[in-house]
Nanobody, 130 residues
Framework: QPQLVQSGGGLVQPGGSLRLSCTSV????????IGWFRQAPGNRHEGVSC????????RYADSVKDRFTVSTDKTNNTVYLQMNNLEPADTAVYYC???????????????????????WGQGTQVTVSS
């Protein structure tokens, strides 16, 4: 099973950018779709984005569309979430997660259901504040 190790995150001013990384240690990502989720204090877990197993399909929550971009680097077993034009509402702990069933490729809606994702990263804090 993949061990997902996250990096990136931190404090940024509104309008700034950050890039999150999610690296699979010990197992290639070729057999997993990767989802990005976030949770702010007092809020429910929210699906942010996903990228399909073969890297050709990606999806975004309406709240981040046109600001966030998900991509994959197969040679480094890493998935990235590039976050631009960040807003205070983006403040949350961000998690990556792996799905063997590739819900990202097959589900136009419902790709962000947590139960599809079996393996989770440790989470990284993103704070957007002036």
């Amino acid at each position: 099973q993949p061990q997902l190790v996250q990096s990136g995150g931190g404090l940024v001013q509104p309008g700034g950018s950050l890039r999150l990384s999610c690296t699979s240690v010990g197992r290639t990502l070729d057999r997993y779709a990767i989802g990005w989720f976030r949770q702010a204090p007092g809020n429910r877990h929210e699906g942010v984005s996903c990228i399909s197993m073969d890297g050709t399909r990606n999806r975004y929550a309406d709240s981040v569309k046109d600001r966030f971009t998900v991509s994959t680097d197969k040679t480094n077993n890493t998935v990235y979430l590039q976050m631009n034009n960040l807003e205070p509402a983006d403040t949350a702990v961000y998690y990556c997660a792996a799905d063997r069933g590739d819900a990202c490729a097959t589900k136009t809606t419902g790709w962000d259901i947590r139960q599809w994702y079996e393996y989770w990263g440790q989470g990284t804090q993103v704070t957007v504040s002036s």
